[in-house]
């Protein structure tokens, strides 16, 4: 139709809004050729149209480029104190419901459509003089199955909601067990270095008898194998069954999360393991561990200090891991290990 009068009054209202405004025409169809009518738009004084087609899906993407430019850029920041929860997952697992029970209303919307939830939703929340950040985001799907620009910006807030955690619950839909996309979900958590819950809902779903939490929890560790130390809770977000336990395991996993061990205690505990079990040997040259000293937290990060780096095989340094677990447990949490060369700084 291109320039009408009334996109001129509107123009004006918006002007003496005095607000941040993006200027978009839609049903251009091919980019190539601008139709003559898309330059008339220049004159309303509201900066370079953008052209998109909505009904085709073009342009979609400048669009919302513009828009995210546009945000406000500030994060929420909160206390050191306050635990920040990413509730993370496919879509359709129940996330937004289990954030409902936990609050105790619905602060979130729940639906059965896949994806409904949009974004990130940060809520804050205080229990029993603790401070918490729920981070309800929208579920991560598989790549081929994102065919909308909205759902593409969905999933880069959702790793960006799970950057930004301490504490990530990986739900799993009970009746689907864990798939490939749980797998590169929690794939993500891990290599951030955050905590992980397992959370295994809809479990009222489930015909069981005597041995199906036990035969359940073998099959998610062996789909999980990497996330081992990753705690595993059964729930019903619908029912609320042992929901309770969700934020217990928070304060636990918060707590291993934090954990500091005293060099002392550390390098008795290392040394005992290394004389018992003592580094393999590589070309004839043997790998000498001189000790070890913890450099942080959030997550817990060792330096072992060696001979010769090279010399460490991940295997074990995988045995160190082990004995830092048996004796000092970090439930919950990947432990970061790396190594340096005595002398170095």
């Not at 990413?86 to 129940?94: C, E, L, Q, W, Y």
């Not at 309800?136 to 799907?141: P, Q």
């Not at 019903?236 to 395991?249: D, F, N, P, W």
């Not at 043997?286 to 780096?309: A, D, H, R, W």
Request: charged share 25%; hydrophobic share 40%; net charge neutral.
């Amino acid at each position: 139709e291109g320039l009408m009068p009334e996109d001129e009054e509107i123009a004006n209202i918006l002007r003496r809004a005095k607000k941040e405004v993006i200027l978009v025409c839609n049903k251009v169809d091919s980019f190539k050729e601008m139709p003559p009518t898309y330059y008339d738009f220049f004159s309303l004084g509201l900066g370079n149209p953008i052209p998109i087609s909505a009904s085709n899906g073009l342009g979609i993407g400048e669009l919302l480029d513009e828009v995210v430019k546009r945000l406000p850029q500030e994060e929420l920041e909160y206390t050191e104190e306050t635990i920040k929860i990413a509730v993370i997952g496919k879509p359709n697992v129940g996330k937004s419901s289990l954030v409902n029970k936990i609050l105790g209303e619905e602060r979130v919307i729940v639906s059965n459509i896949p994806g409904t939830t949009r974004d990130a939703i940060d809520t804050p929340f205080s229990k029993d003089g603790k401070n918490y950040v729920l981070i309800d985001t929208a579920g991560i799907r598989r790549k081929s199955r994102i065919s909308e620009s909205i759902e593409r910006y969905s999933v880069l807030r959702a790793l960006a909601a799970i950057e930004r955690s301490d504490i990530c619950l990986l739900m799993i839909d009970a009746t689907e067990g864990p798939t490939e996309q749980d797998t590169k979900i929690a794939g993500y958590a891990f290599e951030n270095g955050k905590g992980i819950i397992i959370v295994i809902n809809k479990w009222d779903a489930i015909k069981k008898d005597n041995n199906t939490v036990n035969e359940y929890t073998k099959m998610v560790r062996e789909k999980l194998s990497f996330i081992s130390f990753a705690p595993i809770l059964f729930i019903s977000a619908k029912t609320g069954q042992r929901v309770h336990r969700v934020l217990e395991t928070v304060d636990k996993v918060w707590e291993e999360y934090n954990k500091r061990i005293t060099t002392g205690l550390l390098n008795n505990v290392l040394n005992e393991a290394i004389l018992m079990f003592p580094p393999p040997a590589d070309k004839g040259k043997p790998l000498k561990v001189y000790y070890t000293s913890q450099v942080g937290i959030k997550p817990p990060s060792f330096v072992v200090f060696v001979n010769e780096p090279e010399l460490m095989h991940f295997s074990y340094l995988r045995f160190i891991e082990n004995t830092l677990r048996q004796n000092f447990g970090f439930e919950g949490v990947p432990i970061v290990i790396s190594t340096r060369k005595r002398g170095e700084n």
